[in-house]
């Protein structure tokens, strides 16, 4: 039995702060933001966090699988930001959409890529027969420290997909495979407001390297080639490295677009290629073939060989769509931004 | 630690979700599950989950600051009628004032209430937005 | 009801901040003759417990100043001042006691403003409207909106506020004595769109205390509790309109139709938190048309009301029935109502619990 997506949903904050206003802001050169591939990138208002967001991707995925709470048997909830640093944040999800009280419920935490561990840990508990259905959400209002290099990209939001048995799904799940290592290229110490990174070493040695092996490692695995798969969807840390391991991998740029959000929403961490992933299921026809590839810091990387059904073309129109969440938008300063975040020191607590 | 615990958990199904007690007496329905109709007295009552989707009737722009709400505001208030037929009255998010109009669509998005900052728990429940058209 | 208001007194509602719950009690009750001799003391205050960290008030307050009889306390919201004069009445009808002190007292100026409107808040529903964004203003505005879809002017509103303004005037303890106009609203900050800072009611501290005796005074300056009633109303969210307030109107078109009451004509003090309330009031029982004419109005709010008076929270119910009883039996402000019957209004919230009280000279 092959597991399969059996619905999915998205949530991208309206608001947006433009790459422009970050460079002015800063003082870096009003170049910069092309040159990573970025416009502008969404921002959770004040009294949202990866919970909430992640409520609403869970809510639409649900509807979109025709699934009832009842008939979930594992919430995961993949997240770099935490509203609890100990407390799990999917209980509150899962409470909060009445799924069952008999389930695993867990948060992941894998920098960007947990949500893309809960979905391989899913597609093991449904062929092994521990689930029918399972929740995977990847949800992140990432934190930038303000000025630095991330403030450009670290953005909102939140993607979630129940995984099923392929026969009720919208997709195939037909490989994946992930590959990991120890490679210390971002991270964020215990009580430390802001993440910080080894700049140009996040590059070749982790992102470039860990997707382009596990890529590697599916077409060994399953025997397909490049030119099998119609789309290409690779998590997103800018606008730019997407379109590079793609050219590393001999993958045409025509791909990669359709499932490129980053440059009009920002890094939304946990949920970027899989919110990508799911911009592509909403355009594509059935049989078409999508290679995913997620990545997280520290440093690891899921392909998934993605086959889509007919069930796709239904299901598109019970939730809104990708294209239809980065089109509604409107732009913020950052003042309204800090605001948002809360990034002004405050007196708070009396 | 200035929020309770039990008593936000104790309600929480009442913030989490739209629950309409529908009185068997007199038919009317009331926002959240309460025992008793409020309306005619009945405890013969039952419960219905709303859809969360609803139409803006009217709402008002706040400026009144009190201790909880000053990184919110100016917050949008509104009166929702429910596709079940019920009033619920709700923040409104997502949404700048000046695009906000009557009779726009709206739906339930959970979202934070209070949060005890910065060791205490935080209370989570609806609001509303208006449904993303294209 | 063979229970009478035989006397009383009142602090001015104001920031008393050299004073506290107990010199307030102190304060108003050394001032008022007849609070003298009582065999019992009923103190109403909504918030001691959140304002002064004060449970138990009633007895602090009664071993403060000095009186060794019983003391008990009550408390319901807005509404606590009439509740405190209803029990009280009932307390001399029944035969149980002869002179009853009703003392209202409240501090709202312990904290700054938002924290105070935190408070007042908190007479709605905490669970269920408070934490979901609705506060007081957010009704009042909701329904003012209400009334102005169905045709009434914005500038109705705004007539209530330069009347109360007006009777403040003259009123020795009223907290707002300055006249205001219709140019005033044009600038007038906002609390809850199209609800301005001049639709509400002044925040004060204050303490008023009456005496309430199962006997008339001999010198015939009393007057008689003839009713006490209360009616509780519908949560605003479970309503057709915010603006139905159906327990206050109930109320008040019962007792004006059982005395054959013309409250153009009689001592009257309508609860006024927020402009709307008494516009709805007026409305719904037919003595206001589009055009808001308060001219008619003889006695209305004579104090101020709520708006320019002051709305020490807890004690102003007590105001309410000390104003009526004075312009029935005295002066307020340099008025006497020539009326037998003389009537006070409150409510808590909007209108989630309304209280009338019906005097006769």
Redesign the interface.
């Known amino acids: 039995m092959e597991a399969g997506i059996r619905g999915w949903g998205v949530y991208v ?2 608001f947006r702060l433009s790459a422009h206003d970050v460079a002015t802001l800063w003082g870096y050169d009003s170049r910069l933001p092309k040159a990573l591939g970025i416009v502008e990138k969404a921002v959770a ?5 990866s ?2 967001m992640g ?2 991707a869970a809510k639409v995925a649900i509807r979109r699988a025709g699934v009832s709470g009842e008939e979930i048997d594992a919430v995961f909830f993949g997240t770099e930001s935490k ?2 640093a100990v407390k799990p944040s999917a209980t ?1 999800v899962a ?2 959409l ?1 799924v069952k009280k008999r389930k695993l419920a867990t948060d992941l935490e894998f920098a960007c890529r947990a949500a893309g561990e809960g979905i391989r840990i899913s597609i093991g508990l449904v062929k092994g027969g521990l689930a029918q259905n399972t929740l995977v959400i990847g949800s992140d209002t990432a934190q930038a420290n303000p000025g630095d290099l991330l403030d450009f990209t670290a953005s909102s939001g939140a993607v979630a997909y129940v995984i099923s048995s392929a026969t009720n799904s919208v997709a195939t799940i037909e490989a994946s495979v992930t590959y990991v290592t120890d490679t210390p290229d971002f991270w964020r110490r215990d009580r430390s407001p802001y993440p910080e990174h080894a700049e140009i070493f996040t590059g070749e040695p982790a992102y470039f390297h860990h997707i382009v092996s596990a890529v590697k490692l599916l077409l060994e695995e399953t025997g397909l080639k490049v030119t099998d798969f119609d789309y290409a969807v690779f998590h997103q840390p800018n606008g730019r490295f997407p379109l590079q391991v793609a050219r590393l991998l001999g993958i045409p740029q025509e791909k990669v677009i359709p499932g490129l959000v980053t440059p009009y929403i920002g890094n939304t961490y946990n949920a970027s290629a899989l919110i990508g992933l799911a911009k592509v299921l909403e355009e594509a026809r059935p049989g078409n073939r999508i290679l995913v590839a997620t990545f997280g810091s520290g440093a690891g990387s899921d392909a998934f060989s993605v086959v889509v059904n007919e069930a796709v073309l239904e299901a598109v129109n019970k939730g ?2 990708v ?3 980065i ?2 938008r ?1 732009q913020i300063s950052y003042g309204e931004y800090s ?1 948002f975040r ?1 990034l002004l020191l ?1 007196n ?2 009396g | 630690m ?1 929020l309770s615990v039990p008593q936000f958990w104790r309600v ?1 199904e009442n913030q ?2 739209l629950i309409i007690t529908v009185c068997g007496e007199c038919g009317r329905k009331t926002m959240f599950k309460r025992p008793v109709c409020p309306h005619c007295g009945s405890s013969k009552v039952e419960y219905v ?1 709303s859809t969360g989707v609803g139409v803006l009737e009217s709402f008002t722009k706040v400026y009144y600051k009190t201790n909880s709400s000053e ?2 505001l100016p917050e949008l208030v509104g009166v929702i009628r429910l596709s079940e037929g019920v009033r619920v009255i709700g923040e409104i ?4 004032e000046d ?1 906000l109009r009557e009779d726009v669509k709206v739906e339930a ?5 209070l949060s ?3 060791y205490g728990v ?1 209370y ?1 429940g609806i ?1 509303f937005k208006p449904v ?3 | 009801m063979r229970a009478h208001i035989i006397g009383g007194s009142v602090v001015k509602v104001d920031r008393h901040f050299e004073l506290g719950y107990r010199d307030l009690a102190y304060k108003v009750t050394k001032d008022c003759l007849e609070c003298s001799d009582v065999d019992y003391v009923i103190v109403s205050s909504v918030l001691p417990e959140l304002s002064a960290h004060q449970l138990d008030l009633g007895t602090h307050i009664v071993q403060w100043i000095g009186k060794k009889v019983p003391v008990a306390r009550v408390e319901s919201g807005e509404s606590s001042g009439l509740a405190a004069v209803e029990l009280a009445a009932s307390l001399v009808a029944s035969g149980a006691y002869k002179r009853v002190m009703v003392v209202g007292v409240e501090k709202v100026t312990e904290y700054p403003t938002y924290t105070a409107n935190y408070f007042y808040s908190l007479t709605l529903d905490y669970e269920y409207e408070v934490l979901r964004g609705v506060s007081p203003p957010v009704y009042a505005a909701l329904a003012m909106k209400e009334l102005i879809k169905s045709g009434v002017r914005r500038d109705c509103f705004s007539n209530w506020a330069i009347r109360m303004h007006e009777n403040a005037v003259s009123v020795p303890h009223a907290m707002l004595k300055f006249k205001i106009t219709h140019e005033s609203f044009k600038d007038a900050q906002v609390l809850s769109d199209p609800l301005t800072l001049y639709d509400s009611f002044a925040f004060g501290d204050g303490a008023a205390a009456i005496v309430v005796s199962s006997t008339p005074d001999r010198n015939g300056s009393s007057v008689e509790i003839v009713l006490s009633k209360t009616e509780v109303g519908l949560p605003a969210y479970a309503r057709d309109n915010i603006s139905d307030l159906t327990a206050s109107t109930k109320l008040l078109k019962e007792v004006t139709n059982r005395f054959e009451l013309d409250l153009r004509k009689v001592a009257v003090e309508l609860h006024d938190s927020y402009t709307t309330y008494p516009i709805a009031i007026l409305r719904s029982l037919g003595y206001m048309d589009d055009r808001c004419d308060l001219d008619e109005f003889e006695f209305l709010n004579t104090s101020g009301g709520l708006k320019a008076r002051g709305h020490p929270i807890g004690a102003t119910g007590i105001y309410q029935a000390y104003e009526v009883f004075k312009v029935l039996t005295d002066s307020l402000g340099g008025k006497r109502a020539l009326s037998e019957y003389g009537l006070v209004h409150s409510m808590s919230g909007p209108d989630n619990l309304s209280r009338v009280l019906v005097l006769k000279r």
């Open positions: 904050p309206r208002e004040e009294d949202e966090d919970v909430t409520w609403y509203p609890y509150i409470d909060a009445g809104p769509r294209s239809d969440m089109n509604s409107v605001k809360g405050r708070v607590g | 200035k929480k989490y979700k989950e990184d919110r998010v997502g949404v700048r695009e998005v959970l979202r934070r209430y005890d900052d910065p935080i989570y609001k993303l058209t294209h």
